[in-house]
C-alpha cells in the first residue's frame, strides 16, 4: 500500500475498496497500480497490485507479497532477511515491534 500520489505517472482516481488497519480504522483504496523497488545493489523487484492509499502516514508491504513474487522471508531475533534463492535481497531490524525498509535501501518507481 502506497500513501504517495506523487509515485504515481499516471492514477484514475476512484474507489476500489477499503483496507482496514490494525485498530479497526477502515481507510478508502483509490486505486491500484505497481511499483518496481529497486534495493541498495541496484536490483529491482516489481511488486503488483499495490493499492494507493491515501490516508497512510506509511508506505506497507506485506511478507505474502514477497512470498508470491518467490522469495524467502526468514525472522530470527528481531531481524528479518528477504532472500531470492542463497541470495539475500535486504536485512531489516524490527524497531518499536515493526519490521520497517529504511528509505535509503530502496527508491519506490509507481506506474500504472
Known amino acids: 500500500m502506497c500513501?504517495?500520489?506523487?509515485?504515481?505517472?499516471?492514477?484514475?482516481?476512484?474507489?476500489?475498496?477499503?483496507?482496514?488497519?490494525g485498530n479497526?480504522?477502515?481507510?478508502?483504496?483509490q486505486d491500484m497500480g505497481y511499483v518496481h523497488l529497486r534495493m541498495f545493489d541496484i536490483r529491482e523487484m516489481l511488486l503488483q497490485d499495490v493499492w494507493y492509499v491515501l490516508e497512510l502516514k506509511?508506505?506497507?508491504?506485506?511478507?505474502?507479497?514477497?512470498?508470491?513474487?518467490g522469495y524467502s522471508t526468514k525472522i530470527k531475533h528481531d531481524m528479518m532477511k528477504i532472500s531470492n534463492n542463497a541470495l539475500i535481497v535486504t536485512k531489516i531490524t524490527k524497531r518499536k515491534g515493526l519490521f520497517i525498509l529504511d528509505g535509503y535501501i530502496l527508491l519506490l518507481l509507481v506506474h500504472l
Open 24 to 29: 479497526n480504522k477502515s481507510c478508502k483504496v
Open 3 to 21: 500513501s504517495m500520489i506523487d509515485f504515481f505517472e499516471a492514477l484514475e482516481l476512484k474507489e476500489s475498496g477499503v483496507v482496514f488497519l
Open 58 to 69: 506509511k508506505n506497507l508491504l506485506s511478507i505474502s507479497m514477497f512470498d508470491g513474487l
